[in-house]
């Protein structure tokens, strides 16, 4: 068991990125002024590096599409001017742009958009980090140290040749004073030149060793169970000790809560992915955070945890957990808790292997997994269908708006109510579980992060004033008020706030006039088999249900 639990962790671990998990695209669903967009961004590994933009636009009106990074720590006027981004030959309405990102940490790029209908712009928030150190093709390290050797040999060469042999005049003979002049010459070149290698060997290595240092690594957690109360409590610990990069960028103690919560916890069992929780802990201090359990069926747990900072900087803490069989006891009053938020939800459904027999849970959702293009039941009586692309088929590489269509039971368009803000969320995960995000209808960004961007770039620019910013208590502590206060507004007040700002632009679909429609923008990374965690609310209550996906090379 501790060598699953020590494989499952590294698998976990070796992707975490801004809320993703081998999933490094970050897309964006949204309007631009009068101009529906979307957009898809890679971002470089390396920083300094190049982040590849794709804008894809359904209106003909659109002549210009520009793009510029805006940096946190400069604001708006330290931004360098926008680049073109290129019409992309035979593919109406796709443009392409190359973008630098020059500084690690917070940042955005702004998207301005110009035709017919005005100009617009929207902002998309990334995370400039260096994840990975590039390493030198063998053959052309051999060629350049070949080079090298060689340039060395000529310049000790001339260096000895010139402190001997050109102060013979011509046609006098080479005695043996001027030989040993040249070797001489030659030995202090030698010297001069391995000193300067050596120099530049221990400057170069300096240079590998701060990278390695400074280069991003995610927070690691350790989650235990324990009881209290007649209840399972989930304690996750956050390990920041280690954290030597981006030290305020990604301090915890300035959290800031994402669609109304300090932390959204996703936990689903592994192997099977047959158990499904979304969940919302509460915060002890700065790296501790609890939980109740639902009653889940024993097993081993992916733990997936999203935050979002002061900074805009946003990503995913992961671990494992073995969660024991809890008692019966433990069943009946699991919502009767201070820990436990009205938001949470669980629910149970066929496994992605069909290895073992469906659990049943008392007072959770069970529901039967789906496939593209088949209606498959939520747990009201309602219907959802996820749609095929046109091409009837997924292939990694390629952007996709999962479309999920929802009718009520008798087939008419269910009215659905938001859930945290949105119309719908999803989380899409990889068999294996080398892939995961947690995607919404306006794209795989985070919400918080975009809001902190918007209102650092109307701040104006200079540089931030950390001393300036309350106490990390004192910003915990109002923080988690707030938050107390939000949750304990009714709903559809809640509800208000929480949706200020957002947009849906999928929710309202003439080409489906017997659906409500949610859609999520994403791109899968890698061919393999994918379910898809999807979360909605009709009358009050939250319905989950799940498709399983085949996406091919």
Not at 67 to 74: D, E, L, M, N
Not at 105 to 117: F, P, Q, R, T, Y
Not at 136 to 142: N, T, V
Not at 224 to 239: A, G, H, R
Request: glycine residues 8%.
């Amino acid at each position: 068991m501790k060598k699953i639990l020590t494989n499952l962790a590294l698998i976990c671990l070796a992707f975490v990125f801004q809320g993703h998990i081998g999933s490094p695209g970050i897309t964006l669903e949204g309007k631009a002024g009068p101009y529906s967009l979307t957009v898809v961004v890679n971002s470089p590994d390396v920083i300094p590096g190049t982040a590849s933009v794709d804008i894809y636009v359904t209106d003909n009106a659109v002549k210009e599409v520009k793009i510029k990074p805006v940096y946190w720590f400069a604001g708006a006027e330290g931004t360098p001017r926008a680049d073109l981004a290129i019409p992309v030959q035979g593919e109406t309405g796709h443009f392409k742009g190359e973008i630098w990102l020059m500084s690690p940490g917070s940042a955005s790029l702004e998207i301005e958009v110009n035709g017919d209908k005005g100009e617009g712009k929207i902002l998309l928030p990334v995370m400039a980090v260096s994840t990975a150190q590039k390493t030198m093709d063998a053959s052309l390290g051999w060629s350049l140290a070949g080079l090298g050797l060689f340039l060395v040999i000529m310049m000790i060469t001339i260096i000895g040749l010139s402190s001997g042999d050109t102060q013979v005049k011509p046609g006098e003979k080479t005695t043996g004073k001027v030989k040993r002049k040249r070797w001489f010459g030659a030995a202090i070149g030698f010297t001069i030149l391995a000193l300067l290698l050596w120099g530049g060997k221990t400057w170069w290595n300096s240079w590998e060793k701060d990278y390695q240092r400074f280069m991003y690594k995610p927070f690691t957690a350790t989650s235990t169970i324990y009881e209290k109360d007649n209840k399972q409590v989930l304690k996750f610990e956050v390990d920041s000790t280690k954290l030597e990069t981006l030290f305020l960028t990604r301090s915890l103690n300035y959290l800031i809560p994402d669609h109304g919560k300090i932390m959204h916890m996703f936990l689903v069992r592994a192997g099977e992915l047959d158990v499904f929780a979304h969940l919302h802990p509460q915060r002890l201090d700065s790296a501790h955070f609890e939980t109740i359990i639902p009653p889940l069926p024993a097993g081993l747990y992916y733990v997936f945890a999203d935050v979002s900072r002061l900074s805009g900087f946003s990503e995913t803490i992961a671990d494992t957990v073995v969660i024991p069989e809890p008692a019966s006891l433990l069943v009946q009053n699991w919502r009767d808790s201070l820990l436990m938020d009205t938001d949470d939800t669980y629910y149970i459904t066929d496994p992605i292997v069909s290895s073992t027999e469906q659990t049943s849970m008392p007072g959770g959702d069970i529901v039967v997994c789906g496939s593209p293009g088949k209606r498959t039941v939520f747990p009201d009586g309602s219907f959802v269908t996820l749609e095929l692309p046109k091409e009837g088929k997924f292939t990694e590489g390629n952007l996709y708006h999962l479309t999920l269509a929802v009718q009520d039971e008798q087939g008419k368009p269910a009215v659905l109510d938001p859930y945290l803000g949105m119309m719908g969320h999803a989380v899409v995960l990889k068999e294996d579980g080398s892939v995961y995000i947690h995607l919404h209808p306006v794209g795989s960004y985070s919400m918080a992060s975009k809001e902190i961007m918007e209102a650092r770039l109307t701040a104006g620019s200079g540089m931030i004033e950390w001393d300036d910013l309350p106490k990390p208590r004192i910003f915990r502590d109002s923080v988690d008020r707030a938050i107390i206060a939000l949750n304990a507004l009714p709903v559809a007040e809640r509800d208000r706030i929480l949706l200020t700002g957002m947009e849906h632009p999928a929710i309202d679909d003439p080409e489906h006039p017997d659906h409500a429609i949610v859609r999520f923008p994403y791109t899968f990374p890698t061919a393999g088999r994918y379910r898809i965690y999807v979360q909605m609310k009709r009358k009050g209550r939250i319905l989950n249900g799940a498709f399983d996906v085949d996406v091919e090379g």
